[in-house]
């Protein structure tokens, strides 16, 4: 089953991240991404919401910055292929003890790719 393991976290405080700190996390998050790496799809590190533009569909108004306002924001995801929640909860796990703070939003994939089959 696919899941999307959503990373949030507080941009100011990832931003503050000395060149040593963000090293650390990297080397860290390097080690969580060879250990599922055959579980892996399409991983990203999105910029910051600073480079964001929202379209609000309701009001046909485009904005500059992310859609919501709130405390943690929307900093990457990983696309993952597993057995099943507790596999996807165990990986979120280890990816949150190499990078402090923050959440894993798991969220169940229905629809891979439009017009092919999505992988099982």
Not at 11 to 17: G, I, L, Q, Y
Not at 73 to 84: A, D, I, N, R, T
């Amino acid at each position: 089953m696919l899941y999307t393991l959503l990373c949030y976290n507080d941009e100011a405080m990832t931003s503050a991240w000395t060149s040593e700190e963000e090293a650390a996390v990297m080397a860290r998050l390097d080690g969580v991404h060879r250990k599922w790496a055959a579980h892996f799809g399409p991983v990203a590190r999105l910029m910051p919401t600073s480079a964001a533009t929202t379209f609000r569909k309701d009001e046909q108004v485009v904005l500059d910055g992310p859609y919501a306002e709130t405390k943690e924001q929307l900093l990457g995801f990983y696309l993952v292929e597993v057995e099943g929640l507790d596999m996807a909860l165990q990986i979120a796990r280890d990816l949150g003890e190499a990078n402090p703070g923050g959440a894993y939003e798991i969220r169940p994939v229905m629809l891979y790719s439009p017009g092919t089959e999505a992988p099982r």
